[in-house]
T-cell receptor, first 116, second 112 residues
């Protein structure tokens, strides 16, 4: 079974530009989560999508946005990039219908975003 | 109330020794406590998870101990191996928010 996939692997952007990151969940999973992993800061929750709807949002400015498509894949958009947006962006997926562990999340390899 | 505090920040253990990483949480609504292992350049991999209705869960060399009254849980790695060298994250989840709250991570180095 294929795991969570993310693209691109690396992304280099200039301050002020926009970045688009993509995620495909594990087959059968309907929830997608986005996390930011900046150096030394652990994983910070960004966004949670389930069944095409945004269900929860972390403490990030509105220039971080995203959406989930009918096939449950998702994209994260970061507008007006700032230097401190440089980080590893991780996508995770889960199946909320899992009776025992609806919170069981599986991560992709991440997209390394560098803002210069 | 949403924080998960993890310690130590880094840990050096000899091959064959026991590695112990601790986490504490504040929100009593949390009811799912996973541990993730992350190697450099990779995404975190789910290692083992526990619910608060049990005090211990063991999978191979990895054991989670859970103390509900103290709001603490820990990961024990028995017979630690150099291949276990990685960063370990504890997390907590539950209620309606869906997402996990992560600790800041522990960098484990197992010396041969």
């Amino acid at each position: 079974e294929a795991g969570v996939t993310q693209s691109p692997t690396h992304l280099i952007k200039t301050r002020g530009q926009q970045a688009t990151l993509r995620c495909s969940p594990i087959s059968g999973h309907t929830s997608v989560y986005w996390y930011q992993q900046a150096l030394g800061l652990g994983l910070q929750f960004l966004l949670w999508y389930d069944e095409g709807e945004e269900r929860n949002r972390g403490n990030f400015p509105p220039r971080f946005s995203g959406r989930q498509f009918p096939n449950y894949s998702s994209e994260l958009n970061v507008n007006a990039l700032e230097l401190e947006d440089s980080a590893l962006y991780l996508c995770a997926s889960s199946w909320r219908g899992h009776l025992l562990d609806p919170y069981e999340q599986y991560f992709g390899p991440g997209t390394r975003l560098t803002v210069t | 109330q949403q924080q998960v505090k993890q310690s130590p920040q880094s840990l050096i253990v000899q091959k064959g020794g026991i590695s112990i990483i601790n986490c504490a949480y504040e929100n009593t609504a949390f009811d799912y406590f996973p541990w993730y292992q992350q190697f450099p350049g990779k995404g975190p991999a789910l290692l083992i998870a526990i619910r608060p209705d049990v005090s211990e869960k063991k999978e191979g060399r990895f054991t989670i101990s859970f103390n509900k009254s103290a709001k603490q849980f820990s990961l024990h790695i028995m017979d630690s191996q150099p291949g276990d060298s990685a960063t370990y994250f504890c997390a907590a989840g539950g209620g309606s928010q869906g997402n996990l709250i992560f600790g800041k991570g522990t960098k484990l180095s197992v010396k041969p």
